[in-house]
């Protein structure tokens, strides 16, 4: 891959503004996340259920794929993607900033 490739991907910073388990998954979260866009936070499913309870991640800071075209789940549209680490025994870990940073914020 080359840095031109690589740059292509639109990383920003989101919050969690809501969250809730899927109804019918084990394994899925539908994330309100506002990425500081005038159109209102983002619908974004992930496949974290099993290691983080909704309510944990509201208001958390995360690092999201903004450009990636919408993919449908379980009947409902995702609008990005959440980052994570295989953790141990592959368990997601979300990436999230060190610090503060505004929603929206870009990352290079």
Do not use: C, W
Not at 28 to 56: C, F, N
Not at 63 to 84: C, F, K, Q, W, Y
């Amino acid at each position: 891959m080359t840095i031109d490739e690589f740059q292509q991907a639109d990383l920003r910073v989101g919050n969690v503004v809501a969250a809730e388990k899927v109804e019918g998954s084990e394994k899925l979260l539908t994330l309100q996340v506002d990425l500081g866009e005038a159109t209102g936070p983002r619908q974004i499913l992930s496949g974290i259920a099993k290691q983080y309870a909704p309510e944990d991640l509201i208001g958390k800071s995360v690092v999201v794929i903004a450009n990636l075209d919408p993919r449908t789940m379980m009947g409902m549209e995702s609008r990005g993607m959440l980052l994570a680490a295989h953790g141990e025994g592959g368990a997601p870990v979300v990436i999230v900033p060190a610090g503060d940073v505004p929603a929206g914020a870009k990352i290079s």
